[in-house]
């Protein structure tokens, strides 16, 4: 047993030796550059196959429409500001404080690991490979959950770019490209779904921002839903999907803020559990860990 811990690279570790930081050094950044130049180049240019049923991220997008199509400029705005932030967390792999590169080197291997099924899903997505990218999703779905609830209490600088904003847009990923996949997409009864199916954007934010205080998650729904009600009132203004996507975008910003406003200040919010004082209020990305 204290072999296979030794050789998980998902194991949780209070340190890591010289050549595993290397590692994660190496690794880190070319999964990430891997990750943002097959995002950016298929954003712009469709896949020069030579097949049918090709296009860029977006040609799919509008191409495919259904109650889940996103808007471009907010979810590619949304993509710029994490492909960014992430270069901060990798920072902290070469950071001279032995804490902040064992924290880095600990989401490691999940980051990592994201960046790769991301490579894949975007190489499929834009092939229209629909349910081979959906089981992508899926399993990047469990690595970051599996990421979060092993470790959510890191720094902002690396909590958001490495955990809450890749997951978040995973789980809304879900939705639009399965949307795509289901046969008729446009169709009555697909409307119908999607107009039930969108509510759990507001559950599952509602979910970190009530029991793990993670405005940060907060924040990202409420832009991703702010991408869908842009997308589905330019789609159709006689619909459902747009004022539901509004209305959880600003449920969701509004105990964003009322859960931020207070972390930032130092001060509580009147639910959950009380939080655990620390010297340090940068050290945590939620109100639990002031």
Known sequence: MDRFHHINPFAKRDSHSASSVVWYKVLTLTSWLLSVVVTVYYALEPPNDGKHHRGTIWHQNGHHRSGFTLNPIITSIYWIALFILQLVYISHLFSSKAESVNAACSVGSHFILHNLLHFGFVMLFVRSHFVWAEV???????????LYFRH????????????????????VALYWNGAIMVPHEGSFVARVFANVFVWAILGYGLFFIFFYKDYTMGFALSVLSASLGVAQFL??????????????????????VIVAVPAWTGREVPWGRPAERQADAERAPLLADN
């Open 152 to 171: 959510n209490t890191y720094p902002r600088g690396i909590h958001f770019p490495a955990v809450s904003g890749p997951l978040a847009w995973t789980f």
């Open 136 to 146: 992508l999703l899926i399993l990047n779905f469990a690595n970051l959950t599996s």
């Open 235 to 256: 789609r159709q203004v006689i619909s459902l999907q747009w004022i539901f996507a509004f209305t959880i975008m600003a449920v969701l910003f509004v105990f964003t």
